[in-house]
């Protein structure tokens, strides 16, 4: 497995819907209002950011980021496998067979192995959420917030290369 991917929200000022008072396909259910959603791609071999994809309103789930983002044809092309958590379940059978997805029926290792990418994901998560601009209510709109992101993004991956790095898998 060479990727890890997984869904991050981040508070963001509500956004005005046409007709009715509030947008409920804005609201996330992780942090429970308002967000920007963004799928994080990393990869298990170094401590490296590969890619981000977003922002989305913070009601689409994983796993409509991830077919709507074109990365798993891309995988089923380069026959690549990726890891994430059960929110990347899906129904088709050639996106099941690129997805490998947290199972108790896993061998002692893969399962542990398995356990330390998402905690290596998370922890990158965090330190981008460490940042006051990701933590707190997002005031500018999305086109804005992606700006912040991958500006804060880009400062956690030089502290990763320069003496911070996430621990190995």
């Given at each position: 497995?060479?990727?890890?991917?997984?869904?991050?929200?981040?508070?963001l000022?509500?956004?005005?819907?046409?007709?009715?008072?509030q947008?409920?396909?804005?609201?996330?259910?992780?942090?429970?209002?308002?967000?920007?959603?963004?799928l994080?791609v990393l990869?298990?071999?170094?401590?490296?950011?590969?890619?981000?994809?977003g922002?989305?309103?913070?009601?689409?789930?994983?796993?409509?980021?991830?077919?709507?983002?074109?990365?798993?044809?891309?995988?089923?092309?380069?026959?690549?496998?990726?890891?994430?958590?059960?929110?990347?379940?899906?129904?088709?059978i050639?996106?099941q067979?690129v997805?490998?997805?947290p199972?108790?029926?896993?061998?002692?290792?893969?399962?542990?192995?398995?356990?330390r990418?998402r905690?290596?994901q998370?922890?990158?998560?965090?330190?981008?959420?460490?940042?006051?601009?990701?933590?707190?209510?997002?005031?500018?709109g999305?086109?804005?917030?992606?700006?912040?992101?991958?500006?804060?993004?880009?400062t956690?991956q030089?502290?990763m290369?320069?003496?911070?790095?996430?621990?190995?898998?």
């Amino acid at each position: 497995m060479g990727f890890s991917v997984d869904g991050v929200d981040f508070g963001l000022w509500e956004i005005q819907h046409e007709e009715f008072p509030q947008d409920r396909q804005a609201c996330s259910h992780k942090i429970k209002r308002c967000a920007a959603k963004y799928l994080i791609v990393l990869s298990t071999s170094e401590a490296k950011c590969l890619q981000i994809v977003g922002p989305e309103k913070g009601g689409v789930t994983d796993n409509t980021m991830m077919k709507n983002s074109g990365i798993l044809e891309k995988l089923v092309e380069a026959g690549k496998v990726c890891s994430g958590d059960l929110g990347f379940r899906m129904k088709e059978i050639e996106f099941q067979k690129v997805m490998s997805l947290p199972d108790y029926m896993d061998e002692k290792e893969l399962h542990q192995f398995k356990t330390r990418m998402r905690l290596r994901q998370e922890t990158f998560n965090s330190r981008l959420k460490f940042f006051r601009t990701l933590s707190e209510t997002f005031e500018y709109g999305f086109t804005k917030h992606e700006l912040v992101l991958h500006a804060v993004a880009v400062t956690v991956q030089y502290q990763m290369d320069l003496g911070s790095p996430i621990f190995d898998v």
